[in-house]
């Protein structure tokens, strides 16, 4: 038979491991609702149950002449080289940003051939250096 003494610390671990869960289920929850994975053209295209509207990530390659320039606007087309998808930019673009090279487009997808983008993330190599490091290495060199 249990004594009032072990009870009560065997009710307190309880009510500690209880409290500690809740915890644990309400960060997770959390962080998955944070996410954002970025989708390739052809997983857009693949999906059925996407949801227009929603903050999601585009990523791929940016297709070769494809970049169109207007006063306010920017439009270009990413690729995964099975499907392509347009994204539409206001602002100023990466230094880093050019045909065919990795981008990342965060904003709402208005249908699964055209990308509203807030953001743009270009993406570089492992073996990218800064232009004004490769000329100090340069200039050492010499």
């Not at 390739?40 to 297709?63: S, Y």
């Not at 930019?89 to 509203?116: C, M, Q, R, S």
Request: no cysteine; aromatic share 10%; hydrophobic share 45%.
């Amino acid at each position: 038979m249990l004594t009032k003494k072990v009870k009560s610390r065997i009710l307190f671990l309880f009510f500690i491991f209880l409290i500690s869960l809740t915890v644990i289920v309400f960060i997770l929850k959390s962080l998955n609702q944070n996410i954002l994975y970025f989708s390739t053209p052809t997983e857009i295209n693949q999906k059925e149950d996407i949801i227009l509207g929603d903050a999601m990530r585009v990523g791929g390659m940016v297709k070769k002449n494809s970049i169109k320039v207007n006063k306010k606007n920017i439009q270009f087309i990413v690729t995964d080289f099975k499907n392509e998808i347009l994204i539409s930019y206001t602002g100023t673009v990466p230094n880093l940003f050019a045909e065919e090279k990795g981008v990342v487009a965060e904003g709402k997808l208005k249908d699964k051939k055209l990308f509203i983008a807030d953001r743009i993330l270009a993406k570089h190599d492992e073996e990218y250096m800064p232009p004004e490091i490769k000329q100090i290495i340069k200039n050492n060199a010499k």
